[in-house]
């Protein structure tokens, strides 16, 4: 069974940290692009990240940059997203997606073949 289950999320204070998981079964993430993608409470889902195939990865949301970054471990068949000096906007449900077109990133969700379920991610004091 073809699957992505995203862990980590929870509750954080301002200034915090956490890293989200994204552990695939049934197939290997190595031969994917990885997307990282949130929906905050009455707003539209959007890219924040994505990982290639390759190991390169570009940050999508300019309130991010240079406080999340993504990785992979090919062996444990996960990709991460770490994310530091967390702030309420980040609050949202983050899911990851796989891509396996070309290996590539895209910043919409378009040409993701499979999503996980979603993981709150709720940043207040």
């Known amino acids: 069974q073809v699957q992505l289950v995203e862990s980590g999320g929870g509750l954080v204070q301002p200034g915090g940290s956490l890293r989200l998981s994204c552990a695939a079964s049934?197939?290997?993430?190595?031969?994917?692009?990885i997307g990282w993608f949130r929906q905050a409470p009455g707003k539209e889902r959007e890219g924040v990240s994505c990982?290639?195939?390759?190991?390169?990865?570009?940050i999508y949301v300019n309130s991010v940059k240079g406080r999340f970054t993504m990785s992979r471990d090919n062996v444990k068949n996960t990709v991460y997203l770490r994310m530091n000096s967390l702030k309420p906007e980040d609050t949202a449900v983050y899911y990851c997606?796989?891509?396996?077109?070309?290996?590539?990133?895209?910043?919409?969700?378009?040409?993701?073949?499979?999503w996980g379920q979603g993981t709150q991610v709720t940043v207040s004091s």
């Open positions: 049934g197939f290997t993430l190595d031969s994917y692009a």
């Open positions: 990982i290639r195939k390759s190991g390169g990865s570009t």
């Open positions: 997606a796989a891509r396996k077109y070309g290996g590539s990133c895209d910043e919409t969700e378009s040409g993701y073949d499979y």
